[in-house]
């Protein structure tokens, strides 16, 4: 009998047992979620702490997106789901015989219950999102933790310091503080996992390259109030400086130099194309200042632009060097042939007086002629009268021409001094040390820069030099530039 009892049960009774288990499954329609609000909420009191020797406050920052980075108002803007957990005795239900751990409210919950007020102190705006309703929600949890999630847009500051633009980097910071708790009363602490991302942060001008959380402590006069800070670090992608400044300006440099394989006479084209590549470069040096803040101090693309305009700038120099040098050349040219001519005058001149005088007085020119290109040097103060009769002068007149010095030579220099010295032993005073001084520096000089040397500089050389000496000095500032600045560098390549 009792077996037969045990067959029926299985049978028929246990499955209407299980249908009316399932029938009656804890759901949210299944609470009476009024009631139990009306029954935390009794003798609720919003003022004070859930415990009298402070709350700890968990925070934690669901990173959703980034959407830009602004040099010149030195901020960025992100959207973010901010959590903050907390635990408050009061409003635990599990001796109330809830048939669930935790029960999910709308924000109308959080205005009844005590909050720890925190915000984003140095957010610049700050606003939660509303579409359509307000992006928040609370969870409930039996012990009474609570847990509030918002969903907010925020712009805060950044700090930007533009000395290696473009391969700088910006940090940008997030601070969290409680606006009406100290530290006494509220304490902020982060999660295990502060900050995550939903997705790679991708824009257009930065990298991510990283962030970091921080805790500090800051006075104020009426207490010490706790602080959770997060800090994002963005790096600059320089690839468009690369392409739209650094590229463009060291072409304009080389096209400058094109000028020297010029003609030398071809002034004009030469001044057109350093003056082009000057408005050139400028140009584009402005058109990369006008999307930045007007700083004070030098960046690492001021120094590129400002030797860039050097080197332009010198090539218009070399041109003017060049030019001068061509015209004192013409000027020579010029003065040659106006002496050649006046010598042919000269001669002809002779061929004529010659035999009218006879031999006497060619024979006295002839001797002092050779006087001329002796190493004697004639008296230095001596002037000998010749007269030389033409055919149409006037008797009893006559030309007078002075007679021709010949250079004093090394040795005679050496002479000149040594009786100086002489004289001055003679008259009692010790010789002169100066020139001796003078003669040693002079012979020094000698050494290295022989007086028989021609030292003329030709506006062709100075050409010829400047197309060595202007790609190699260039050559040297781009090794200089780059090394430095790479060492300086202090973000990933």
């Keep these: 009998m009792t077996y037969l009892c045990w067959v029926v049960f299985t049978a028929f009774l246990l499955p209407i047992l299980r249908s009316a288990i399932v029938s009656e499954r804890c759901t949210r329609n299944s609470i009476n979620l009024g009631k139990l609000i009306d029954t935390l909420l009794t003798d609720y009191d919003v003022h004070l702490l859930p415990n009298a020797e402070g709350v700890n406050v968990t925070m934690e920052l669901h990173v959703q997106s980034i959407s830009g980075i602004s040099e010149i108002t030195a901020d960025f803007s992100l959207d973010v789901m901010y959590s903050e957990i907390w635990e408050d005795p009061r409003l635990s239900f599990?001796?109330?015989?809830?048939?669930?751990?935790?029960?999910?409210?709308?924000?109308?919950?959080?205005?009844?219950?005590?909050t720890p007020d925190t915000c984003i102190i140095n957010s610049k705006s700050s606003h939660i999102h509303s579409s359509p309703s307000e992006n928040t929600f609370v969870i409930l949890y039996e012990n009474g933790l609570v847990w509030s999630n918002f969903r907010l847009h925020t712009q805060?500051?950044?700090?930007?310091?533009l000395k290696m633009f473009p391969f700088d980097s910006l940090s940008c910071e997030v601070i969290l503080e409680s606006y009406s708790f100290n530290s006494d009363e509220v304490r902020l602490l982060w999660h295990a996992t502060p900050v995550t991302l939903m997705e790679k942060v991708e824009l257009p001008d930065f990298e991510m390259t990283g962030w970091s959380t921080d805790h500090e402590r800051l006075g104020y006069p009426n207490g010490i109030w706790d602080r959770a800070k997060v800090k994002f670090v963005f790096a600059r992608r320089y690839g468009f400086y690369l392409f739209q400044s650094y590229f463009p300006t060291s072409l304009t440099v080389i096209s400058s130099w094109v000028g020297f394989f010029f003609d030398v006479r071809s002034v004009s084209a030469r001044i057109t194309l350093g003056v082009?590549?000057?408005?050139?470069?400028?140009?584009?040096?402005?058109?990369?200042?006008?999307?930045?803040?007007?700083?004070?101090?030098?960046?690492c693309l001021d120094v590129w632009m400002i030797f860039s305009v050097i080197f332009i700038f010198m090539t218009l120099v070399e041109l003017a060097i060049v030019c001068q040098?061509?015209?004192?050349?013409r000027e020579r040219q010029i003065g040659s042939k106006v002496l050649g001519h006046w010598l042919n005058q000269i001669r002809k001149t002779r061929k004529e007086v010659k035999p009218s005088?006879?031999?006497?007085?060619?024979?006295?020119?002839r001797k002092r002629l050779l006087g001329l290109g002796g190493n004697k040097a004639p008296p230095a103060t001596t002037e000998q009268p010749t007269e030389q009769p033409k055919e149409n002068a006037t008797p009893g007149t006559h030309t007078v021409q002075p007679t021709n010095f010949?250079?004093?030579?090394?040795?005679?220099?050496?002479?000149?001094?040594?009786?100086?010295?002489?004289?001055a032993e003679c008259d009692g005073r010790p010789p002169r040390k100066k020139a001796e001084f003078r003669e040693a520096v002079q012979r020094v000089f000698y050494l290295f820069c022989p007086p028989d040397r021609d030292w003329t500089v030709t506006s062709v050389q100075v050409d010829r030099c400047s197309m060595i000496m202007f790609p190699l000095s260039f050559l040297v500032f781009n090794i200089t530039y780059w090394s430095i600045y790479f060492l300086k560098m202090d973000r990933p390549m």
């Design 94 to 114: 599990k001796h109330l015989n809830v048939c669930t751990t935790n029960i999910t409210l709308k924000s109308d919950f959080r205005k009844r219950i005590w």
């Design 357 to 365: 005088n006879g031999g006497g007085e060619g024979g006295g020119l």
């Design 276 to 299: 082009s590549s000057l408005l050139a470069l400028t140009f584009q040096f402005g058109n990369v200042l006008r999307h930045l803040p007007r700083v004070s101090y030098i960046k």
């Design 406 to 423: 010949a250079p004093l030579s090394a040795n005679s220099k050496l002479i000149e001094n040594n009786a100086a010295n002489e004289d």
């Design 325 to 329: 040098l061509n015209r004192w050349e």
């Design 156 to 161: 805060a500051p950044c700090k930007v310091d």
